[in-house]
């Protein structure tokens, strides 16, 4: 699956399918008439963000695909208007050199083409191509997922992790210590710039017309809580399916309740409407009340432009105050459940701090605003992940079997986060490069 995602992309862009205009995802490139200069042939091929973000509508002005008919017509009166239609005279000027190419026919459409760039054309001109190109673009969203978990079940299945009854319990805590994992890389995928086009960079969000529902994060985050909760509930007493119920089994049922809990009202508060509704005692006042010198006590506070939701930090943050203190069989699965129990309590008093920050100061800019207590959150969720994941019973009978001590897996899982967390922005930076670079490239062919 891996090899033909590879594949796909180098094919399509070598082939470009004939009669296909190009994808809104690709940049949009107008090739200049030989008769302008490189200075008047500027505005029309300059793109970029942001020279759409200048324009109060959000577009470029012309048909969203470079073939439109409006986008060709636009430009062509405009050079016509302009350099007088000089094509046409440059034309008959040199009609008699091209006497010689008469006696060739019009097309090589008979002649064969056994070119490599031929053979893929007539591979991605044919109809499947649209369904390899659906499928590039979905293994391109789950690949990095998708290689986590074979890489997981891969080192469960190397040491023999979770056989028999003890599958239960070792993948609630895989599963957990994943999902936090996860939402570390995605947290510090935020601090880089990721998504900032949906304000989701702790940045303003962008002017964007035609999407009625873009979601923030923190709608997002409690979205994912209520889900975690609502499909755990039934899970908890698996391992003892059959038996009585344990005042352990109890314990996770409420935090299981805890999470539907505050991931409904974390979903709640992000709502516009909510909060509209919640604004009524403000709002409904006999118009006299205020003069027209005061039209500043009208408008609404600067906060309410982004948004300040500490709900998902609270359930995390209680979650590790709670594992910190959980009873386990052995010293040292109390000693590492304490461990990534902390860090996610410290990872949520960073988020914390990061809307004190921000409540102080809103952001006023397009661009990520990179508050340094996500570093600290991400590292938080990544670490306590990790650690989450070694945890289970499995794991921790072998680190008692080869005699080593919680510390040791402290102290590593530390350096391999921190390596993690370079790698992340390191290749998100070389991402920004390439797109740099790649439009650097369609300017200079023009």
């Not at 303003?204 to 009625?212: D, L």
């Amino acid at each position: 699956m891996v090899l033909a995602w590879v594949f796909i992309l180098p094919i399509g862009r070598i082939a470009k399918p004939r009669g296909k205009t190009t994808s809104s995802a690709s940049y949009q490139v107008l090739h200049p008439f030989p008769s302008m200069s490189g200075q008047e042939s500027a505005p029309y091929t300059r793109h970029g963000y942001h020279g759409q973000e200048g324009r109060e509508s959000g577009d470029s002005g012309h048909g969203t695909a470079s073939q439109s008919s409006s986008f060709r017509s636009d430009s062509f009166s405009t050079v016509c208007a302009e350099e007088g239609c000089a094509r046409a005279d440059h034309s008959k000027e040199y009609g008699r050199e091209n006497d010689e190419f008469e006696h060739l026919p019009l097309s090589s459409a008979d002649l064969p083409d056994t070119t490599l760039k031929a053979k893929l054309t007539g591979v991605a001109s044919h109809k499947i191509w649209k369904y390899l190109e659906l499928g590039y673009k979905v293994v391109d969203r789950v690949i990095l997922p998708f290689g986590f978990i074979a890489l997981t079940t891969g080192i469960i299945t190397f040491a023999r992790f979770f056989e028999g009854h003890a599958v239960f319990g070792g993948l609630a805590h895989w599963i957990k210590g994943g999902v936090f994992f996860w939402l570390g890389l995605f947290n510090l995928g935020r601090w880089s710039g990721s998504f900032a086009e949906l304000g989701w960079a702790w940045n303003r969000r962008p002017r964007t017309y035609g999407r009625k529902f873009r979601p923030s994060a923190e709608f997002m985050e409690s979205s994912l809580i209520l889900f975690y909760g609502s499909t755990n509930i039934f899970l908890e007493h698996l391992g003892g399916w059959g038996g009585a119920w344990t005042a352990q089994d109890l314990e996770h049922i409420a935090i299981t309740v805890l999470f539907i809990g505050g991931g409904l009202c974390g979903m709640l508060i992000e709502s516009t409407r909510i909060r509209d509704l919640l604004n009524t005692t403000a709002t409904v006042f006999p118009t006299h009340s205020y003069s027209s010198e005061e039209p500043e006590h009208l408008e609404p506070p600067e906060t309410y432009e982004f948004s300040l939701n500490p709900i998902p930090a609270l359930v995390i943050l209680l979650l590790g105050i709670m594992m910190s203190s959980h009873h386990q069989a052995t010293t040292t699965a109390s000693m590492v459940h304490k461990q990534w129990g902390t860090l996610l309590l410290w990872a949520s008093v960073a988020r914390g701090l990061t809307y004190v920050l921000f409540y102080l100061r809103p952001p006023k800019s397009i661009f990520p605003s990179r508050p340094p207590t996500e570093l600290l959150t991400s590292f938080g969720l990544i670490a306590g992940g990790i650690l989450f994941l070694a945890s289970s019973a499995d794991t921790v009978n072998g680190m008692i079997h080869y005699d080593l001590d919680a510390m040791f897996l402290y102290t590593v899982t530390m350096g391999m986060v921190g390596m993690l967390m370079a790698w992340e922005v390191a290749v998100l930076a070389i991402k920004g490069w390439a797109v740099r670079r790649e439009l650097a490239l369609s300017s200079s062919a023009l």
